[in-house]
């Protein structure tokens, strides 16, 4: 049976104050869906940065992207064959170790 198809007969209650239910009602009339639906769309998307760590992993990606940028911009200036040579490989090495994440 496809998820889809199945009956909603299971309740999820969970406390909020007023003010977090009216922000929440109207993102969900913004988005034009009744307030269930929106809170399930809200419940199936990933978590980014929910947690101390993830909010420093993501830093550090931005970091890293700024270097990649700076360095990319600097072998496009200078293009010269030895430096620019160094520079890629740099890059490589990087690109490798992001794949790790």
Not at 36 to 62: C, F, H, N, S, W
Not at 67 to 82: E, H, M, P, V
Not at 90 to 100: A, D, N, S, V, Y
């Amino acid at each position: 049976m496809n998820i889809k198809d199945e009956k909603r007969t299971a309740f999820v209650n969970t406390r909020v104050t007023p003010t977090e239910k009216a922000i929440l009602t109207l993102q969900a009339k913004t988005e034009g869906m009744s307030l269930g639906d929106y809170v399930r769309v809200q419940l199936d998307r990933p978590r980014v940065r929910k947690t101390k760590a993830e909010r420093q992993k993501v830093i550090q990606l931005v970091r890293i992207g700024n270097n990649l940028n700076q360095l990319a911009r600097w072998a496009n200036t200078y293009k010269k064959n030895a430096e620019s040579a160094q520079v890629v490989l740099g890059l490589l090495e990087i690109e490798e170790k992001l794949k790790c994440l």
